[in-house]
């Protein structure tokens, strides 16, 4: 089946230290972005890329990396620069600009 | 710079009742609508788009919005609730070129209750 994998879906980490979330699709879609989703505060987009080894920063991507050396792949690396990393977060990917984005099942995050 | 509004981020209905979330959109330049369903600890679900064509677009579970420029609205709608639309609701807004090139922006979203 197509679709989008996030891995894992639950995530803990101590403070002061670097995670990585995992993001695959098998959809062939040129285009994937990170999304950070906080209660009442909707989604809000960390980075995006539309294709192989370029990405571009969101709104909010201070203290976050990513990387895109593969059409398949875009891991988001959390590190211990983000104040606030507690949040559930949201890989997305879409054919081309302006279409719909898919969205994988998420990743919730848990500082302790 | 685009923007979505959602007006009231909790509407709670009765089962077979109307259901209607609002969102209200800025943009400079003509907008591609979205509004996706979320469940706890999922991910989200697209139920329609609109892209320029029909103004009245339907979608999936018997939803659908409508398209209105004068008013800046894409407000969603179901004649009937069914308990299983319970879920969180977001409006989605995409612009055409510049710098927004293939970004969504997301309102707050709005959390739909239905009463049996």
């Known amino acids: 089946d197509g679709g989008i994998t996030q891995s894992p879906k639950y995530l803990f980490r101590k403070e002061g230290q670097n995670v990585t979330l995992s993001c695959e699709q098998n959809l062939n879609h040129d285009a994937m972005y990170w999304y950070r989703q906080d209660p009442g505060q909707g989604l809000r987009l960390i980075y995006y890329?539309?294709?192989?080894?370029?990405?571009q920063k969101g709104d909010i991507a201070e203290g976050y990396s990513v990387s895109r050396e593969k059409k398949e792949s875009f891991p988001l690396t959390v590190t211990s620069a983000q104040k606030n990393p507690t949040a559930f977060y949201l890989c997305a990917s879409s054919i081309r600009e302006n279409t719909e984005a898919f969205f994988g099942q998420g990743t919730r995050l848990t500082v302790v | 710079a685009q923007s979505v509004t959602q007006l009231g981020s909790h509407v709670s209905v009765s089962e077979g009742a109307l259901v209607l979330l609002r969102c209200n959109y800025s943009?400079?330049?003509?907008?591609?609508l979205f509004w996706y369903v979320q469940y706890p600890n999922q991910g989200l679900q697209l139920l329609l788009k609109y892209t320029s064509a029909a103004t009245l677009v339907k979608g999936i579970n018997g939803f659908e919005a409508e398209f209105k420029k004068s008013e800046t609205s894409f407000h969603l709608t179901k004649p009937s609730a069914h308990m299983s639309d319970a879920a969180e609701y977001f409006c989605?807004?995409?612009?055409?070129?510049?710098?927004?090139?293939?970004?969504?922006?997301f309102g707050q979203g709005t959390i739909l209750t239905v009463h049996p």
């Open positions: 943009s400079s330049v003509p907008p591609y």
């Open positions: 890329s539309q294709i192989v080894n370029d990405f």
């Open positions: 989605a807004v995409s612009l055409a070129g510049g710098t927004s090139y293939g970004k969504l922006t």
